[in-house]
């Protein structure tokens, strides 16, 4: 089994089924060979706007998605120093920096992300990050 760290934009084009990569999302999602890890950072991102807006179907996907997780990221001062040094050399962004801190604590194979190859997380030394641009129908 492969230990897939979703990032919030794979999942969000997921759930709303309206993009033309949805279809990718969604197959990653139901691919039998992955189990999934997550953080409260992901979930944060995601969930508390649809609930919010009284959007109960994308509230609904996220919700059954979160119920799947096998393991979530403790979330403590060591994680936030280890993607604040992750940001710092890369030149991520302050929640690509977490995910990817979070993803590496949890021992995650890969990083599936809706960021373009060329953004900065792709250059995270010590984790795979797939992005759903320029992938082919099956992952």
Do not use: C
């Not at 979160?66 to 050399?89: C, D, K, P, R």
């Not at 995910?99 to 990083?111: F, G, M, T």
Request: charged share 15%.
């Amino acid at each position: 089994m492969t230990r897939t760290y979703l990032d919030s934009g794979l999942l969000i084009v997921a759930a709303r089924g309206n993009d033309p990569l949805s279809a990718l999302a969604l197959a990653y999602l139901s691919d039998a060979q992955r189990t999934f890890v997550s953080s409260a950072f992901v979930r944060l991102e995601v969930l508390p706007k649809p609930i919010y807006l009284q959007r109960q179907h994308e509230a609904a996907f996220y919700t059954t998605f979160f119920a799947a997780v096998v393991s979530w990221a403790l979330i403590h001062a060591e994680l936030v120093e280890q993607a604040y040094s992750i940001a710092a050399t890369y030149g991520l962004s302050a929640v690509d920096a977490l995910h990817v801190a979070a993803a590496l604590a949890l021992q995650a194979d890969e990083l599936i992300t809706s960021e373009r190859p060329e953004k900065p997380m792709h250059r995270v030394a010590g984790l795979t990050v797939r992005s759903l641009y320029g992938h082919q129908a099956n992952p």
